[in-house]
């Protein structure tokens, strides 16, 4: 049995050697080469466009303005379709616009015979625009006279969630409470995935072929079908191996508009690769949240009232809209208990590029300001804030009322207590204390909440094919992708331990191709392991019935009495192999009596869901004189469930890490206040996060079984890139006495405090 192993993955040889094939490897050289051209206002109307400079280029092929495509609106998020029509996302995407609403806006796309041509059309175009004002603060957004988006949306406002648990203006009356409040922000930051986005479409038969570098390919096809006024069986998705997507590619991006361009040229094969400085803007980023928390407690640190006012910066366009800043609202209202929690949370749209999902889905956020705000209320208490947190975490055995979620171990203090433990916590905090130099040294802790898929938010579905071969071998294919994280190679270990044959006698089908894979919405919301896996094992559990029923035919032993242990068909009575599995799928398919294909494809629709916990530690050193810090050590603990492979689990928790360092450290997407234009649209001023800027990150585990998931896990992917940068912060807060309230934690922030608080 290879589950709990870490087992080579199963993509490994062919991505280390190069022979792994990318949507750009597929595409064709002769294929047409197709170009955005973006909006240079923020906000405004498209009224001309002159495009006669640009078709006299030689190799221009043809020229699309936001005139000549169909007035039709579309949704872009990558969610499952809802037959509810108030449950769809919002329609509010046109192929290309001429109403902009962010400085990068598509209006028009040149078609050329290759990239020279198509970058000199796009510099002949000429627009003329109306402007209008702008606005790029959620805050400022929501006010009375600002700039207004969209019409349907007044004060700009996309969603407003309101939870009210308990009395909250009743316990906030209660004597001898201390009240401890803060602004908490998080900025605009972008996946900076390797693979830039990049897709290509084709026509055959009527139909159009999008082969795409995306995480929902059955979803895009919905979209594409819906973008272009076209039943969607007529949209076939391909989706090869993928070079990261950390969400950007939960959204159908540039799908829609290649289609398009494809079908005005005769059908003929036309790609859009997206450079890095659009890929910045014009993809989505992640949600800049504001946040208000104000909690009131006793002097013994037990919580009584809190409250949380949350402010999202949607962007210009809905995307993923409000589910971010919902998902934010729940972490806070669970994840410490209290009497009475009061919750607003608001997604504004703004006249910035669109928001969607990013790796955390919104936990990001929500932990950074959460966690500061906890840090902040132990020192204003003179309390441990691990003892704080241990005083009011969620206890074993609350439920949410919602999704029926429910804590049944004691994962956090488990997972506190091995954080602590590594990177000696108490003595670090009794040996940094007081300390007055000009260098010196924090540590720091955060802990997170996350929920695994998305149920009974959306719809949660696997589907799963297995074949058996002749050899006795199975080919094993999933709707649910694989994008770079591993999927694969858990899927074929799951799949090993309910068939009981060996790990390497199953072959993953890795692209996903929506005219032949099963139905799967994709990669997101740390689903895979724990929605894909009730697929797996019920259409495994399938196909061995059909396997021990011909067996019978071949042993006479009825199939009660017989199992499948390392591919061979044995007798459980005494344990004597009577057969190897190969010998039996031989004569299943050749047998002049009974020639029988043995597969199984099957559904499963998942109507449960799992918390997943942990918490960060982090080590930091800071110049004050050099307003510098630097991250010395830091460790993952998480409660991810069971482990199907330690190795690849360790590898989802340091890429997190990663993340969650960038997040706090460095990374800031950043817009001219004057104009709307993006300052830092590219990988030498955005200050991505490398491995120079990492310490040791260390990956440990505690492995409670999770008891509604099929193969016992729960959320792994995202959680690890939660906790990282309020763990920062507050070992910057240890360090010098200094509480800062935003990222990244720039010298130029770090500045602006220390000056502040008179260490400057």
């Known amino acids: 049995m290879s589950t709990g192993k870490s087992v080579a993955r199963v993509d490994a040889f062919d991505k280390v050697t190069g022979r792994a094939k990318y949507t750009d490897d597929l595409c064709d050289s002769g294929a047409l080469v197709a170009r955005v051209l973006h909006a240079t206002i923020a906000n405004g109307r498209v009224l001309r466009i002159d495009t006669s400079a640009a078709e006299r280029i030689e190799g221009v092929v043809k020229i699309v303005t936001c005139f000549d495509v169909p007035d039709i609106r579309f949704p872009t998020a990558g969610h499952p379709w809802s037959t509810d029509p108030h449950h769809q996302d919002v329609a509010d995407r046109k192929l290309l616009t001429d109403r902009v609403r962010f400085y990068g806006d598509d209006v028009a796309a040149v078609i050329a015979e290759n990239e020279v041509a198509a970058a000199q059309a796009l510099r002949a175009i000429r627009v003329e625009y109306e402007e209008y004002p702008f606005v790029l603060d959620q805050v400022e957004a929501m006010q009375p006279g600002a700039p207004q988006l969209h019409e349907a949306y007044p004060n700009n406002i996309l969603g407003h969630t309101a939870i009210e648990n308990g009395d909250y203006e009743k316990a906030i009356r209660e004597e001898g409470l201390i009240v401890v409040e803060g602004w908490y922000d998080t900025p605009t930051v972008q996946h900076c995935h390797i693979e830039n986005h990049i897709c290509f479409a084709q026509m055959e038969g009527g139909r159009i072929t999008v082969t795409s570098s995306t995480q929902i390919p059955h979803i895009v096809r919905r979209i594409v079908g819906q973008a272009l006024g076209i039943p969607w069986g007529r949209v076939r998705i391909v989706k090869p191996y993928i070079g990261g997507g950390f969400g950007n590619k939960q959204d159908a991006l540039y799908e829609p508009l290649c289609a398009f361009l494809c079908t005005q040229v005769g059908g003929r094969l036309v790609k859009l690769d997206v450079p890095r400085e659009e890929t910045f803007v014009c993809n989505r980023v992640r949600h800049a949240i504001r946040s208000h928390i104000v909690t009131h407690v006793r002097p013994d640190g037990t919580f009584v009232a809190r409250r949380l006012e949350a402010y999202s910066k949607q962007g210009a366009y809905a995307s993923h809209g409000h589910g971010i800043a919902a998902k934010g609202a729940s972490a806070f209202a669970q994840l410490y208990q209290c009497k009475a929690c009061k919750v607003d949370a608001y997604t504004v749209f703004t006249n910035t590029p669109a928001s969607g999902a990013m790796r955390g889905y919104g936990i990001p956020q929500a932990m950074f300001a959460l966690e500061s705000h906890i840090e902040d209320v132990a020192r204003r208490l003179g309390m441990d804030s691990i003892e704080l947190r241990k005083k009011n975490l969620m206890p074993v055995g609350y439920v949410d009322g919602f999704s029926k979620n429910e804590n049944y171990f004691d994962s956090l203090n488990q997972c506190i207590e091995k954080g602590k433990a590594y990177i000696d916590y108490d003595a670090k905090r009794a040996a940094y ?72 006698d199953v072959h993953v089908i890795s692209t996903q191709d929506t005219d032949v894979t099963p139905f799967g919405t994709g990669a997101y919301a740390s689903r895979q392991t724990y929605v894909g896996g009730f697929a797996i094992k019920q259409t495994a559990l399938l196909l061995k019935e059909r396997i021990l029923k011909y067996a019978y035919e071949l042993t006479r032993m009825p199939a009660f009495l017989l199992d499948i242990v390392d591919g061979k068909i044995v007798r459980t009575s005494d344990g004597r192999v009577l057969m190897t599995l190969g010998e039996l799928a031989t004569e299943a398919l050749y047998s002049l009596t009974h020639s029988e294909h043995l597969t199984a494809e099957s559904t499963y629709q998942i109507k449960s869901n799992a918390y997943s916990f942990g918490c960060s530690f982090a080590e930091v050193e800071v110049d004050i004189p050099l307003c510098r810090l630097r991250v010395l050590n830091m460790i993952n603990v998480h409660d991810c469930g069971r482990l199907i492979n330690p190795a ?66 729960k959320a792994l992917g995202e959680p690890p890139a939660c906790p990282g940068a309020p763990a920062i912060r507050n070992a910057l807060l240890n360090a010098t006495g200094v509480a800062v309230d935003r990222i990244p934690l720039t010298p130029h922030v770090l500045f602006e405090r220390f000056r502040e608080e008179g260490l400057l």
């Open 433 to 504: 204390a007081g300390q007055t130099g000009p260098v010196r040294r924090g540590v720091g802790m955060a802990v997170f909440w996350y929920n695994t898929a998305v149920w009974p938010i959306s719809l949660e579905t696997a589907a799963c094919r297995i074949v058996l071969n002749q050899d006795g071998s199975v080919q094993l294919q999933m709707g649910d992708t694989e994008i770079g994280q591993g999927a694969d190679t858990a899927f074929a270990q799951m799949a090993s331990e309910t068939l009981g044959i060996p790990f390497a």
């Open 648 to 713: 690849l689990a360790e590898a989802q928790v340091h890429g997190g890490m990663s993340m969650a360092i960038g997040y706090g450290v460095s990374e800031q997407l950043l817009f001219d206040e004057k104009t709307g234009r993006p300052l830092n649209n590219n990988l030498l001023d955005y200050k991505l996060s490398t491995a120079m800027d990492h310490p040791h990150l260390e990956a440990q585990f505690v492995e409670n079984y999770e008891p509604t998931s099929a193969y016992g896990t």
